[in-house]
């Protein structure tokens, strides 16, 4: 149907980007993005006429978005010509406008169209050799500038580059390689560089492009002053491949933050505000990470890792500071966190609070947490609930 609107308007009408690069490798993707050759909005608009949709306008960059009821969405947009013209007079009109739409986006693999005006419906526009790299595999900038007009285009690389298992190709390497060196990460803005770590965090796998990221400099650009070590390699490793197993047990939280305390937990300390104004962090992230390694030298120091001894230690940690401290450990002592998390859950006393008050007479204040804190043990130690009551009179 996007075709007959285009139809309707006359606006030759194309599906780009990575739903064409998706579709030809047979990998699903439901990100519809839509270039016409001619007014978005107007195109946007038009479709609502059809369909029960609402629309979202972006009028700064001349696109909009059509939401359907069933959670589809279709990003519009009117062919962008305004960034780097191409010297050469180009022979036909019509594909003029979306040839250099093409040209300005990130990778040749990202650079196709699919037409789908009736006329040529399916029609594939490949002006630069695009499925051929798609084909063998290669991550390659379109030209020569591409990581200097936009130096976000090398996280954009590297996420491509290890989800697919391509290779960037030798001469757009050297180019990264050169815009990372002369340091033009810097000049991104923070926000920017944070969506695209994010959006790299946020594959199945991101500890081969995290390496990659280390490889490269990267990180060090990114996070002045990082001591790049095996160890805190380790640690990242050992943090993406736990994460979601570790989630499945304590309250959400964010893989870049918990990704940040360990290369603070690297940089000195005279970075660190640098770094969180930078990109934005929680201004309360150098406490989170002070007790995170209060904690964490205490763990390393004790012998005993019974329950009742981590629960004095630790109580229940938040889930950043737990992701943080579960990084630094052997699969054996992983596993002993693991189960203290669910031991936590299990155990909870029934006796609470309000009961102590209500049933016991007793105010509130440190009184009444020392006494959960001593019945969170016991129960840990293996106390029944049955016997809590029990418990609480002898330590009144
Ligand atoms: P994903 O499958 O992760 O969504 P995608 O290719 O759809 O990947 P998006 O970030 O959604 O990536 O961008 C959509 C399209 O817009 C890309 O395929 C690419 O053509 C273009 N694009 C996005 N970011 C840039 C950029 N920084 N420079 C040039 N083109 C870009």
């Known amino acids: 149907f996007l075709g007959v609107v285009g139809d309707e308007l006359l606006m030759p009408t194309y599906l780009v980007g990575g739903m064409v690069r998706d579709l030809l490798l047979n990998i699903p993707n439901y990100d519809i993005d839509v270039v016409v050759e001619g007014d978005a909005r107007i195109f946007s608009h038009t479709v609502k006429r059809y369909f029960d949709v609402k629309i979202v306008e972006h009028k700064s960059f001349k696109t909009s978005s059509i939401f359907f009821s069933d959670g589809v969405r279709i990003d519009v947009a009117t062919a962008r010509t305004e960034f780097y ?8 009109v019509e594909t003029s406008t979306i040839k250099k739409d093409l040209y300005r986006r990130d990778f040749s693999i990202n650079a196709m169209a699919i037409k789908l005006n009736h006329e040529e419906y399916g029609l594939l526009l490949d002006f630069f050799g695009c499925r051929k790299d798609l084909a ?22 590297i996420r491509f580059e290890q989800r697919f298992g391509f290779k960037i190709e030798e001469r757009t390497l050297q180019l990264l390689k050169k815009a990372v060196n002369d340091g033009y990460l810097e000049r991104v803005t923070g926000q920017r560089l944070r969506d695209e770590l994010e959006k790299i965090l946020a594959e199945p796998e991101p500890q081969n492009a ?7 400099d990267i990180l060090k650009h990114l996070f002045p002053g990082v001591r790049h070590s095996k160890e805190l390699q380790k640690h990242f490793d050992r ?67 019974r329950f009742s001894n981590l629960y004095r230690l630790m109580e229940r940690p938040s889930a950043e500071i737990f992701h943080f401290i579960d990084a630094h450990f052997d699969e054996k002592k992983s596993n002993i966190l693991l189960k203290y998390l ?4 299990s155990n909870k006393p029934k006796v609470n609070g309000g009961i102590l008050i209500q049933k016991y007479g007793l105010k509130e204040g440190p ?7 001593e019945l969170y043990c016991a129960r840990l130690e293996g106390l029944p609930e049955s016997e809590e009551e029990a418990f609480v009179r002898k330590l009144l």
Do not use: C
Request: aromatic share 6%; glycine share 2%.
């Open 85 to 92: 013209e191409e010297p050469a007079v180009l022979p036909n």
């Open 239 to 305: 943090l993406f491949t736990r994460w979601e197993t570790i989630e499945k047990l304590t309250n959400e939280s964010r893989k870049i933050t918990v990704m940040v305390m360990l290369v603070l937990e690297n940089t000195p300390e005279e970075s660190t505000d640098w770094i969180i104004s930078r990109y934005g962090f929680p201004k309360r992230l150098p406490e989170v990470l002070k007790t995170s390694l209060r904690i964490l030298k205490k763990l390393q120091e004790m012998e005993d890792w």
């Open 210 to 216: 995290v390496k990659r990221m280390t490889k490269l």
């Open 367 to 373: 009184e009444i947490k020392m006494i959960l804190k």
């Open 342 to 345: 669910k031991a936590l859950e």
């Open 136 to 157: 063998k595999g290669i991550i390659r900038i379109l030209h020569n500038l591409s990581f200097i007009e936009d130096p976000t285009r090398i996280l954009r690389a």
